[in-house]
């Protein structure tokens, strides 16, 4: 931790009496909580949507008893954050199951999901117990959102990276004139991914005043083999068992918007399996592990900033995933976090940016070439 951070939090009296933490745990908790109960309210039955408010009530209880000293910091901050977290579980399985709970804005006349509302609330009321557990300050927690929001911007300037890159790319195709095959169209949509999400890492690394040394590239020793070979292990394995989960419990996912066009045009295959080991792997690792990751270690655990990367690269993905309906959309992104912490995890333990790179692209290849069968 930075010492910056370290400032932010203060001593761990100071730490303990603040009630800051546990007061935005309340709101955030309680919200989630009528968000939850106006379904209720309006009879609609599902077991996973009582369940979710159950888990944000007592959430909301455990901030309050901590806010008043009633519970000790570090019970109350466990009880909190496992309790969100369930909340978080059991609404997105309601969501999944085609549970919204939507309400009209008055005035505006948009359908606004409660569900998805106390969802996204819950996830914030984890964050919060976590961080109340570990004795962060009110000033601490205002810090760390910060980071995490500067990170999300930077994960979403990669994408505004990625569409300059493929207009100044397709340019000269443009300026030839006809019309260039969907194959070349594609050789140049991974180009721009290169040169997008390579440009967003170096003029951010430019803004901070960091070298190229801060990426981890070492050459690959066995100790790399070794990694790698568990890396692809326990990401085609978590693929394999969190999908079979799914199956079991009737949820169904969307596709990647690249499978739809695979589809169609099972050619573009030639060019979409390399570029996903020499292209995909290496540069969204480099942007969101390498760059997002360990500007992190700075301000959050190395755990806390695995978690915290892999929200913010979840959250880029929503449009690649945009194929389906609320439902499927939440189903796979949340097969993607988990991807994302393996890969995190991967990273920050072999401070290494090739075994992600490879796992990662090595992933999406099989994927895909999947489709061949």
């Given at each position: 931790?930075?010492?910056?951070?370290?400032?932010?939090?203060?001593?761990?009296?100071?730490?303990?009496?603040?009630?800051?933490?546990?007061?935005?745990?309340?709101?955030?908790?309680?919200?989630?909580?009528?968000?939850?109960?106006?379904?209720?309210?309006?009879?609609?039955?599902?077991?996973?949507?009582?369940?979710?408010?159950?888990?944000?009530?007592?959430?909301?209880?455990?901030?309050?008893?901590?806010?008043?000293?009633?519970?000790?910091?570090?019970?109350?901050?466990?009880?909190?954050?496992?309790?969100?977290?369930?909340?978080?579980?059991?609404?997105?399985?309601?969501?999944?199951?085609?549970?919204?709970?939507?309400?009209?804005?008055?005035?505006?006349?948009?359908?606004?999901?409660?569900?998805?509302?106390?969802?996204?609330?819950?996830?914030?009321?984890?964050?919060?117990?976590?961080?109340?557990?570990?004795?962060?300050?009110?000033?601490?927690?205002?810090?760390?959102?910060?980071?995490?929001?500067?990170?999300?911007?930077?994960?979403?300037?990669?994408?505004?990276?990625?569409?300059?890159?493929?207009?100044?790319?397709?340019?000269?195709?443009?300026?030839?004139?006809?019309?260039?095959?969907?194959?070349?169209?594609?050789?140049?949509?991974?180009?721009?991914?290169?040169?997008?999400?390579?440009?967003?890492?170096?003029?951010?690394?430019?803004?901070?005043?960091?070298?190229?040394?801060?990426?981890?590239?070492?050459?690959?020793?066995?100790?790399?083999?070794?990694?790698?070979?568990?890396?692809?292990?326990?990401?085609?394995?978590?693929?394999?068992?969190?999908?079979?989960?799914?199956?079991?419990?009737?949820?169904?996912?969307?596709?990647?918007?690249?499978?739809?066009?695979?589809?169609?045009?099972?050619?573009?295959?030639?060019?979409?399996?390399?570029?996903?080991?020499?292209?995909?792997?290496?540069?969204?690792?480099?942007?969101?592990?390498?760059?997002?990751?360990?500007?992190?270690?700075?301000?959050?655990?190395?755990?806390?900033?695995?978690?915290?990367?892999?929200?913010?690269?979840?959250?880029?993905?929503?449009?690649?995933?945009?194929?389906?309906?609320a439902g499927e959309i939440l189903a796979s992104l949340s097969l993607l976090f988990v991807l994302s912490l393996i890969l995190g995890v991967l990273y920050e333990r072999t401070e290494n940016l090739v075994v992600p790179a490879l796992v990662h692209g090595c992933y999406n290849a099989a994927i895909?070439?999947?489709?061949?069968?």
């Open positions: 931790m930075s010492d910056t951070a370290r400032a932010a939090d203060g001593d761990g009296v100071q730490r303990s009496s603040t009630v800051v933490v546990p007061t935005a745990g309340t709101v955030l908790s309680a919200i989630a909580l009528v968000a939850l109960l106006v379904p209720v309210r309006r009879g609609v039955v599902d077991p996973a949507l009582w369940a979710a408010a159950a888990a944000a009530f007592v959430a909301t209880g455990a901030f309050l008893a901590r806010r008043h000293g009633l519970l000790e910091r570090r019970l109350a901050g466990t009880v909190a954050a496992a309790s969100s977290l369930l909340a978080v579980v059991c609404s997105g399985y309601a969501i999944t199951q085609g549970t919204l709970g939507s309400v009209v804005v008055p005035g505006l006349e948009w359908s606004v999901s409660l569900l998805f509302v106390a969802f996204f609330l819950a996830v914030g009321a984890v964050g919060v117990g976590v961080a109340d557990r570990a004795g962060v300050s009110g000033q601490g927690l205002f810090y760390r959102l910060g980071q995490t929001v500067e990170m999300t911007v930077l994960g979403v300037a990669g994408l505004v990276g990625i569409t300059i890159a493929s207009i100044f790319l397709s340019i000269p195709v443009q300026l030839a004139g006809g019309e260039a095959p969907e194959l070349a169209w594609t050789v140049i949509e991974y180009l721009a991914f290169a040169v997008g999400l390579g440009g967003v890492t170096v003029g951010y690394l430019a803004l901070r005043e960091r070298d190229l040394s801060f990426i981890d590239l070492d050459r690959p020793t066995l100790r790399t083999v070794g990694w790698i070979v568990v890396g692809l292990v326990l990401i085609l394995g978590a693929n394999l068992g969190i999908s079979a989960l799914m199956g079991a419990l009737g949820i169904e996912s969307s596709e990647h918007t690249t499978t739809q066009r695979v589809v169609e045009n099972p050619d573009l295959l030639y060019v979409i399996i390399p570029a996903m080991v020499l292209v995909v792997g290496p540069f969204e690792e480099l942007l969101y592990r390498n760059v997002v990751q360990k500007s992190l270690y700075g301000t959050f655990s190395r755990y806390g900033a695995v978690v915290v990367a892999s929200v913010v690269f979840t959250l880029v993905h929503i449009l690649a995933y945009a194929t389906a309906g895909f070439a999947t489709l061949l069968l």
